[in-house]
């Protein structure tokens, strides 16, 4: 009897390891998706990847955009205070124009010496700023930097459309004519 009983219960610990499967196998099958499911999460997954790059496209172009309006902004500035200091430059002009006539026109030496050094003062004053005088005096009239006034006949030997006088100069800051130099031509 004890070799029966011992066969006997070699088959029944045989028959239930065969009946329960063990606990990992249990918990893989357990947490396996279904076809189904598998297929709506993907979906979903493929639905936030597309949002996800719009936003980016999104936050790309805003950036862009953003980054255009400063520059445009910081030009902009830029300019109006170029305009600005040339604006108040300008309005010294006639003052200049005074100032060489009062020279020309002064008998008396230390008067005259002392308005050279003004002139000389705003002359500095200018090339800091980088104006350039126009001063077009024997050259060719050029109508992008000079403003005839008068045409003379030319005398012997002269050509014809060659700056005679120089009226009033003219001013220039980076190629760009502030004042054009207002001149007397020949015909």
């Not at 002139?119 to 992008?144: M, Q, R, S, T």
């Not at 006034?149 to 002269?158: D, L, S």
Request: hydrophobic share 35%; charged share 35%; with cysteine.
């Amino acid at each position: 009897m004890n070799e029966n009983e011992n066969e006997n219960k070699e088959l029944t610990q045989e028959s239930a390891e065969d009946a329960v499967p063990p606990a990992s196998q249990e918990s893989a099958e357990e947490n396996a998706p279904l076809p189904e499911e598998g297929a709506k999460e993907q979906g979903e997954l493929a639905e936030a990847m597309a949002l996800a790059e719009d936003y980016k496209r999104k936050w790309y172009s805003v950036t862009a955009e953003y980054e255009n309006y400063r520059r445009r902004t910081q030009n902009q500035s830029a300019q109006r205070y170029t305009e600005g200091r040339t604006d108040v430059i300008s309005k010294l002009f006639p003052i200049a124009d005074n100032l060489a006539r009062a020279v020309a026109s002064c008998k008396e030496e230390q008067t005259k010496r002392g308005i050279e050094l003004v002139v000389k003062a705003f002359e500095k004053i200018l090339e800091e700023e980088k104006i350039e005088e126009i001063c077009p005096l024997g050259e060719a009239f050029d109508a992008g930097t000079c403003e005839a006034i008068m045409a003379v006949e030319p005398a012997e030997g002269e050509e014809s459309g060659v700056v005679k006088e120089v009226y009033r100069k003219g001013y220039a800051l980076q190629g760009k004519v502030l004042r054009y130099a207002q001149v007397v031509v020949t015909k």
